[in-house]
């Protein structure tokens, strides 16, 4: 069964930076796009970054852009998010997901989802 293995959540104080990483556990994800979304308590999931199967276009969500960053590795079947700045409000689970439809802002456009990492940015 494909998974998506995510790591590199934690507490960290606001100002500080993360870096959360996803594996996943075949090597077909190298061909499709990979992003994460989020979940702070009582909202509704909200899409934070994609990047697309070449690792050259990265997308963000205007909240996190010019703080975060995402990348793939060589291979292609893993992705970082590098999260630096970080606020009280980027408090939240990330999920890691993945698509071979292209990257996009919307939950339903993603096939394949991870278990979620909490991160947990104190004031």
């Known amino acids: 069964q494909v998974q998506l293995i995510e790591s590199g959540g934690g507490l960290v104080q606001a100002g500080g930076s993360l870096r959360l990483s996803c594996a996943a556990s075949?090597?077909?994800?190298?061909?499709?796009?990979m992003g994460w979304f989020r979940q702070s308590p009582g909202k509704e999931r909200e899409f934070v970054a994609a990047?697309?199967?070449?690792?050259?276009?990265?997308y963000y969500a205007t909240s996190v852009e010019g703080r975060f960053t995402i990348s793939r590795d060589g291979a292609g079947n893993t992705v970082y998010l590098q999260m630096s700045s970080l606020k009280p409000e980027d408090t939240a689970v990330y999920y890691c997901?993945?698509?071979?439809?292209?990257?996009?802002?919307?939950?339903?456009?993603?096939?394949?989802w991870g278990q979620g990492t909490q991160v947990t940015v104190s004031s």
């Open positions: 075949e090597r077909a994800f190298s061909n499709l796009a």
């Open positions: 990047i697309n199967w070449s690792g050259k276009t990265p």
């Open positions: 997901v993945a698509t071979s439809k292209g990257a996009t802002m919307i939950q339903t456009g993603w096939s394949y």
